[in-house]
């Protein structure tokens, strides 16, 4: 299977607790996207890279929430100190961004993690 | 702040007929529109991708137009089956959002056998 994978697929914690999920992406992309989507609503954008480097985060993307892609290669998104409000499905998607031809490259996306803060 | 809009938030129609689905967005400054399929508990899946320079783009029974200057983009989806029953989401890449993309929340679809 060459498509976006994430790890778990599913993730039951206490609030409080800190938590983090991995992301690896089609190989050779050179974006890499994180979305949270809760129910009934379309995925909201939480921040992306470019290879190895982090070029935007959302204002959803509190203190809490930090997301690295060490080497260009998979990305994690650990978040501290969880809160109920949390509780979301995670989505990781992909994408090969190529010099001079914005608006052709497709995101990709992976099965994501379904997150419960108890 | 671009915001984009999915009527009807959900639909039932008998196997084999011939439907749209509408998205309409509030910033004709987009570079693409893209089209998704997501099952219930999964992640998403691409249908097609329009560019801005792109009035259609079609992929089997699926064909989806775009008019940028009226921010409007439509999914005709033809002779459906019940396998089709899924959410369907649309989203854009605007111009000032740097890479990311925009999303409506969805057309829930159901094709009764």
């Known amino acids: 299977d060459t498509g976006v994978s994430q790890d778990p697929r599913h993730k039951i914690t206490k609030r409080g607790q800190n938590v983090t999920f991995r992301c690896d992406p089609i190989?050779?992309?050179?974006?890499l996207y994180w979305y949270r989507q809760t129910l009934g609503q379309g995925p909201e954008f939480l921040t992306y890279?470019?290879?190895?480097?982090?070029?935007?985060k959302s204002r959803l993307l509190s203190d809490r929430f930090s997301a690295e892609r060490p080497k260009g290669s998979f990305s994690t998104l650990e978040i501290q100190r969880t809160e109920q409000g949390d509780s979301a499905m995670y989505l990781c998607?992909?994408?090969?961004?190529?010099?001079?031809?914005?608006?052709?490259?497709?995101?990709?996306f992976g099965p994501g993690t379904r997150l419960t803060v108890l | 702040k671009q915001e984009v809009t999915q009527i009807p938030a959900a639909l039932s129609v008998p196997e084999g007929e011939n439907l749209v689905l509408n998205c309409s967005f509030t910033?004709?400054?987009?570079?693409?529109l893209q089209w998704f399929r997501q099952d219930p508990g999964k992640g998403l899946t691409s249908l097609l991708l329009?560019?801005?320079?792109?009035r259609e783009q079609t992929s089997g029974r699926l064909n989806a137009s775009l008019d940028k200057s009226s921010g409007r983009s439509t999914l005709y989806i033809a002779a459906s089956q019940p396998g089709d029953s899924a959410t369907y989401l649309c989203?854009?890449?605007?111009?000032?959002?740097?890479?990311?993309?925009?999303f409506g929340s969805g057309t829930r679809l159901l094709v009764r056998p």
């Open positions: 998607a992909s994408s090969l961004s190529r010099t001079g031809q914005r608006g052709t490259d497709t995101q990709y």
């Open positions: 329009i560019q801005s320079s792109q």
């Open positions: 190989s050779e992309h050179n974006r």
């Open positions: 890279f470019q290879n190895e480097a982090q070029l935007e």
């Open positions: 910033d004709s400054a987009i570079y693409n």
């Open positions: 989203a854009v890449s605007g111009v000032d959002s740097s890479y990311k993309l925009i």
